[in-house]
C-alpha cells in the first residue's frame, strides 16, 4: 500500500527560511508591500513573528523611540498576548494588545461620534424588530423581541443626552454606559473606514501593524484594516498571520486570502516541525478536503503512532475505558507517560466542558449552568463573571481559611475591596480594627468546613457578613428585603441591572446554587489546565507529545459539530445539505477544522477515541478517507479492545 497519504514528505529545517526573508524585504515605510502569512500547524508562525519584531527594533529602534511610534501586534487572545511580550521582553517600541483593546484604544474617548452611531444603528435595528413582530406568533421568540424593543426604546432615550462610554476588554460590560465587545469592533471598523482622521492617527502612531491568528479576527476589523493599507500605503504595512484551516471560533474571515486585495504579498510557510511523519501526514490528509495545502515533517523526524479506537455508543464506564486506552497506547509506542495523567505532556481533548465535568466532578454545576446558553458561550470563553468569582475569590480564600493562611485570606479580602476593611469601618472600632472580618472569617470557615455545603450558603454567609462585594447578577440571590437601599450599598457592588441578565440565567442560578459548592475545586483544575482534559477549542497554538482526543457528540450535547456526520455514521440534515449546495458554512465544515486542530497537536502520538452509533460506518470511513491504515484502527466492546 502506498505511504503518500499517511506519511509526510520531509524537508531540511531551513526549508522556509526564505519566508523570513521576504517577510524582511516588506517591512520599510513606505513599501507599501503589505503581506499575509499563512502558516499551518507546527509551522513557527510566533518564530516568524518575533523575527519581523527583531528586525523591526534593529531597523527603527532609535527613531521610532523619539519620535513617540511604535509596532502594533494585534493578538485574539490575553494568552498569546502575554507570550508575544515575554518574546520581545517587554520592549517599549511594541504594543501588543487584543483586538479588542486595540480597538478600544482607537476609539476610547470620542464619545460623540459613538453616541451617534447608536443614533443611527438603533433605528435600524427596532424597524428590523418590529417587523419581525409584526410577521410573529406569539411565543418565547415574540417574547424576547417585545423585552429587545423596549431595552433599545429606553437607550434611544438614554442617548438624547451626550453621554461618555467605557469597556473592559475582560469584563462583562454591563452598565448603561459600557460598549458591549462586538460593539466595539463594530463602531471601529465603522470609524476606521470613514473617519479619514482616525485612519491618520493609526498610522502615525503604528506605521507597522501586525494581526496575529487572523483568521479569528473579526471580518469587519480584517476589511477595515484591508481599506486603510489601500488608503495609506505610503505610511503604513500590515502583517497578517494565519492559518485558515484554524479558524475555530465564530465572526472570523472564512475567505481570507481569497478576499485579500491586489497588491498584497502572499507567503506560505510549509513546514511542520512540530509532529512526527505520520501525524503531518494525517494533518495534509485532512486538509485535503479544504484548501489542500500540504506541510513537510522536519528531515530526520520518527515515524509516530496513530490510533483510532471505536466504541458503541452506550459505553456504561467511559472513564475506565478511556484509562485502558492510554494503557493500550503505553504498549503501541513503548512510551509509559501515556499512563501519568499527571503528565503535562499528555492531553486528553474533548468538546466540551460537560464532558470534563462528568469526568472531573464538575457536572452537576455545568449542567445547571448550562441551561443557559449565555451563560454556556460565556463560560466557553472563560469570561463568565458569577462562576469567575466562585473560582478565583471564593474557593481561594476557602482554602486560605480551613488551612489557616491568616496573610493570604487579607490579601484576597483586600484585594477584592472586602466592606470590612474600609477605612469607617476600622474607624469604628478603633481597639480592635479587625474584630467584624475575624468574626466574618470564622462564620464563613465554619460554613466551608462542610464538604457538602452549597453554592447559595456559602453566598449567603459571605452576604450576611459583608465579607466580600458581590456581582450584580448574584445579588437577587442574598438580598434581603429588610434591608435598606443605602445598606446594600456598603455591602453590594452598586451597579445597574445588566441588560443581559434573562430569565434563562436567573433560572439556571437558581438551580446551580443548589448544587455542592466544591465542584467548584475540580473545575478551577480544570479551566486552570491543572488536570490532564482541555477542550478542542482551548488548545489551538499549543503542543504535547502524546493526545487522545475524545469524540462523542452524544455526551458532548452541541450542536455546531458532528463528528457522527464527519466520519460518515450519520447522513447530513436537509438544512446542512441544503448549505453545502450553497456554499455555505455547515457544522461538517467546522468539525473538519477541529478535527484538523486537535490532531496536530500532537508530537508523536495521537489516539482518536471515537463513541459511535455506527462502528463498521465509521471503520469504512476512515479506511476509505485515508485517514488510517486499516491496522491503525481498534473496535472496543465491553471493556475489551480489539
Known amino acids: 500500500m502506498s505511504e503518500e497519504f499517511y506519511l509526510a514528505e520531509t524537508k531540511l529545517i531551513d526549508h522556509d527560511n526564505i519566508v523570513d526573508k521576504g517577510i524582511q524585504e516588506c517591512l520599510r515605510i513606505g513599501s507599501g508591500k503589505s503581506f499575509i502569512t499563512f502558516a499551518g500547524a507546527g509551522s513557527g508562525k510566533t518564530y516568524s513573528l518575533k523575527e519581523a519584531l527583531e528586525f523591526l527594533k534593529a531597523q527603527y529602534f532609535d527613531d521610532f523611540s523619539r519620535q513617540g511610534k511604535q509596532i ?76 429587545d424593543i423596549i431595552r433599545l426604546t429606553r437607550k434611544m432615550e438614554w ?38 482622521m ?53 465572526g472570523g474571515e472564512p475567505e481570507l486570502g481569497k478576499t485579500k486585495p491586489s497588491g498584497w504579498t502572499t507567503f506560505d510557510k510549509k513546514m511542520n516541525h512540530r509532529s512526527a511523519l505520520r501525524i503531518v501526514g494525517l494533518g495534509n ?12 515533517a522536519r528531515d530526520g523526524v520518527a515515524e509516530g503512532c496513530v490510533r483510532y479506537f471505536l466504541l458503541p455508543h452506550g459505553v456504561s464506564d467511559k472513564e475506565k475505558v478511556e484509562a485502558k486506552i492510554r494503557e493500550s497506547m503505553a504498549e503501541f509506542t513503548g512510551d509509559a507517560n501515556w499512563t501519568d495523567t499527571q503528565s503535562k505532556e499528555t492531553a486528553i481533548l474533548l468538546l466540551e466542558h460537560r464532558m470534563a465535568g462528568r469526568r472531573l466532578g464538575f457536572d452537576d454545576l ?29 474557593f481561594p480564600m476557602a482554602e486560605a481559611s480551613q488551612n489557616g493562611r491568616r496573610a493570604e485570606l487579607m ?3 483586600r484585594e477584592n475591596k472586602s466592606p470590612l476593611l474600609e477605612a469607617s469601618v476600622l474607624n469604628a472600632n478603633k481597639n480592635d480594627p479587625l474584630e467584624l472580618a475575624r468574626a466574618a472569617e470564622h462564620a464563613f470557615r465554619n460554613v466551608v468546613s462542610n464538604d457538602k455545603v452549597s453554592f447559595r450558603a456559602v453566598l449567603e454567609v459571605i452576604s450576611d457578613h459583608k465579607l466580600l462585594r458581590i456581582p450584580a447578577k448574584l445579588q437577587s440571590f442574598v438580598a434581603t ?50 488536570s490532564i482534559f ?26 455546531l459539530f458532528s463528528y457522527e456526520q464527519y466520519f460518515g455514521a450519520k447522513e447530513l440534515s436537509q438544512a446542512s445539505q441544503k448549505k453545502r449546495d450553497a456554499g455555505e458554512e455547515t457544522g461538517l465544515d467546522r468539525t473538519r477544522r477541529l478535527f484538523y486542530v486537535t490532531s496536530t497537536r500532537a508530537k508523536n502520538s495521537l489516539a482518536h477515541v471515537i463513541y459511535t452509533s455506527d462502528v463498521s460506518k465509521v471503520k469504512a470511513n476512515l479506511i476509505e478517507k485515508k485517514f488510517a491504515r486499516e491496522v491503525e484502527i481498534i473496535e472496543c466492546y465491553g471493556n475489551k479492545c480489539k
Open 72 to 147: 502594533a501586534v494585534v493578538t485574539f487572545t490575553n494568552n498569546a498576548a502575554d507570550e508575544i511580550i515575554d518574546r520581545v521582553e517587554q520592549n517599549p517600541i511594541f504594543s501588543v494588545s487584543t483586538i479588542h483593546s486595540f480597538c478600544w484604544s482607537a476609539i476610547a474617548g470620542f464619545n460623540e461620534d459613538i453616541r451617534k452611531w447608536y443614533l443611527e444603528k438603533i433605528p435600524t435595528d427596532l424597524e428590523d424588530l418590529e417587523n419581525k413582530e409584526r410577521k410573529g406568533r406569539a411565543g418565547n421568540a415574540s417574547d424576547a423581541r417585545k423585552r
Open 159 to 196: 442617548l438624547a443626552d451626550p453621554r461618555s462610554f467605557i469597556y473592559d476588554p475582560n469584563g462583562a460590560n454591563s452598565s448603561p454606559n459600557s460598549l458591549s465587545h462586538a460593539d466595539v469592533l463594530k463602531i471601529f471598523s465603522n470609524f476606521l473606514t470613514n473617519k479619514p
Open 198 to 250: 482616525m485612519a491618520e492617527v493609526i498610522v502615525n502612531k503604528f506605521p507597522f501593524i501586525f494581526i496575529d491568528e487572523s483568521q479569528d479576527a473579526n471580518k469587519d476589523v480584517i476589511s477595515a484594516f484591508f481599506e486603510l493599507q489601500d488608503a495609506k500605503s505610503d505610511k503604513v504595512v500590515i502583517g497578517l498571520f494565519g492559518d485558515t484551516m484554524q479558524r475555530i471560533f465564530g
Open 285 to 296: 490528509q485532512i486538509r485535503s478536503e479544504d484548501d489542500k495545502r500540504k506541510q513537510f
Open 366 to 394: 455545568w449542567d445547571k449552568l448550562s441551561k443557559s446558553g449565555k451563560i454556556k458561550d460565556r463560560i466557553s470563553e472563560g469570561g463568565n463573571t458569577e462562576l469567575n468569582f466562585f473560582s478565583d475569590v471564593i
Open 411 to 413: 490579601s484576597i479580602l
Open 481 to 530: 428585603s429588610g434591608e435598606s437601599e443605602a445598606e446594600m450599598g456598603a455591602i453590594l457592588e452598586v451597579e445597574a441591572e445588566p441588560e443581559e441578565w434573562d430569565d434563562s440565567e436567573i433560572a439556571a442560578w437558581a438551580e446551580a446554587l443548589e448544587t455542592d459548592f466544591f465542584q467548584i475545586r475540580n473545575y478551577k483544575n480544570y479551566i486552570d489546565d491543572n
Open 534 to 559: 482541555r477542550t478542542h477549542q482551548g488548545v489551538k497554538g499549543n503542543e504535547f507529545e502524546r493526545v487522545m482526543v475524545v469524540m462523542d457528540d452524544d455526551d458532548a450535547g452541541g450542536f
